[in-house]
């Protein structure tokens, strides 16, 4: 290039997905009390776990985790992850969302969270009650399906936000991570190694009371 030719670049990074992770939103100390509390409630097998269970399926409104004031009112868990949600909607320009259904799950030692999305949630989130360093990451693959063929593993020169083909966080106690409902997520078939590994897990909704 002519080093007295001027041009006008353009660099247009478009169509981001934006995944945030808040750490340690409760104390070790608050997580503990939770655990504790979740391990008395109902859970069954769910299709997304392998060796795990889940209070989401057929539960009533009336039994979801953010409706339990004797499980989360002392702690004013809602009140913080609404705080972070409207940072999230803030930052993407949109209106803010409400809850819309809530559940925790558990993995036992070699449990596996299959790679699945959150149909219909506008952000869906994921907070770490009890986890530790042998815990499965949470995975999020890419959602640009022609990623996979245009920039395969193959000519990769190194990764980069336009480069990878998922991406994973490790997760800490007491950690909220907020992602589009859309987006497939797991552990990518890598097995727990954490006793009772329990997270909980909310969809929500567009509120429509916006001026």
Same mark, same amino acid.
């Given at each position: 290039?002519?080093?007295?030719?001027?041009?006008?670049?353009?660099?247009?990074?478009?169509?981001?997905?934006?995944? /945030?992770?808040?750490?340690?939103?409760?104390?070790?100390?608050?997580?503990?009390?939770?655990?504790?509390?979740?391990?008395?409630?109902?859970?069954?097998?769910?299709?997304?776990?392998?060796?795990?269970?889940?209070?989401?399926?057929?539960?009533?409104?009336?039994?979801?985790?953010?409706?339990?004031?004797?499980?989360?009112?002392? #702690?004013?868990?809602?009140?913080?992850?609404?705080?972070?949600?409207?940072?999230?909607?803030?930052?993407?320009?949109? #209106?803010?969302?409400? #809850?819309?259904?809530?559940?925790?799950?558990?993995?036992?030692?070699?449990?596996?969270?299959?790679?699945?999305?959150?149909?219909?949630? /506008?952000?869906?989130?994921?907070?770490?009650? @009890?986890?530790?360093?042998?815990?499965?990451?949470?995975?999020?693959?890419?959602?640009?399906?022609?990623?996979?063929?245009? #920039?395969?593993?193959?000519?990769?020169? @190194?990764?980069?936000? %336009?480069? %990878?083909? %998922?991406?994973?966080?490790?997760?800490?106690?007491?950690?909220?991570?907020?992602?589009?409902? %859309?987006?497939?997520?797991?552990?990518?078939? @890598?097995? @727990?190694?954490?006793?009772?590994?329990?997270?909980?897990?909310?969809?929500?909704?567009?509120?429509?009371?916006?001026?």
């Amino acid at each position: 290039m002519n080093n007295e030719q001027h041009i006008d670049i353009v660099c247009a990074d478009l169509f981001p997905t934006l995944i /945030v992770k808040f750490p340690e939103i409760i104390t070790h100390s608050e997580a503990e009390s939770i655990y504790e509390k979740l391990k008395t409630k109902k859970s069954i097998p769910d299709a997304t776990l392998v060796r795990g269970t889940s209070s989401y399926k057929k539960i009533s409104r009336s039994r979801e985790v953010f409706n339990d004031e004797d499980l989360l009112g002392q #702690f004013g868990l809602k009140n913080k992850i609404k705080k972070c949600l409207d940072f999230y909607t803030d930052r993407i320009g949109i #209106f803010p969302v409400e #809850f819309e259904n809530s559940w925790f799950a558990m993995q036992d030692i070699g449990g596996i969270l299959k790679q699945h999305h959150h149909g219909g949630s /506008v952000i869906s989130g994921a907070l770490f009650v @009890n986890v530790d360093e042998k815990s499965n990451q949470i995975v999020f693959d890419n959602p640009n399906q022609s990623n996979m063929i245009t #920039f395969h593993t193959g000519i990769q020169k @190194n990764l980069t936000q %336009y480069t %990878y083909s %998922y991406y994973e966080f490790r997760p800490n106690i007491g950690d909220l991570i907020l992602f589009p409902g %859309y987006i497939s997520h797991g552990s990518n078939y @890598n097995p @727990n190694q954490t006793k009772n590994r329990t997270i909980i897990s909310f969809n929500t909704t567009h509120t429509y009371k916006h001026n």
